[in-house]
């Protein structure tokens, strides 16, 4: 039983930033690799960042040098800070997470998504 709570979406300039959150909850004994999806409309959902429970961490070739992704394991907490953002950004974003129950059960799990818009 494993929730991820997603937050902190919205509508932003082009060049503004954003910063969203995963808040992962329930029967977890421990996280493995986390990461952000998006899809926008007609296309594909693709992963925008990852990063594993040491740290090591990979990112679409669209986003890197702009977007970076961290994670407060005490927390079971995953970020995504998004800067000089743009149009091409739009799009719902999904946390993943890979989760050892305490019950010793490996499943993979997503969040409900947030809608990050950018439009002057």
């Known amino acids: 039983q494993v929730q991820l709570v997603e937050s902190g979406g919205g509508l932003v300039q082009p060049g503004g930033s954003l910063r969203l959150s995963c808040a992962a909850s329930?029967?977890?004994?421990?996280?493995?690799?986390m990461g952000w999806y998006r899809q926008a409309p007609g296309n594909q959902r693709e992963l925008v960042a990852g990063i594993s429970s040491g740290g090591r961490t990979n990112y679409a070739d669209s986003v890197k040098g702009r977007f970076t992704i961290s994670r407060d394991n005490a927390k079971n907490t995953m970020y995504l800070q998004m800067n000089s953002l743009k149009p091409e950004d739009t799009a719902v974003y999904y946390c993943?997470?890979?989760?050892?129950?305490?019950?010793?059960?490996?499943?993979?799990?997503w969040g409900q998504g947030t809608q990050v818009t950018v439009s002057s």
């Open positions: 993943n997470a890979d989760v050892l129950t305490v019950v010793r059960s490996r499943g993979n799990y």
């Open positions: 329930g029967s977890i004994q421990s996280i493995y690799t």
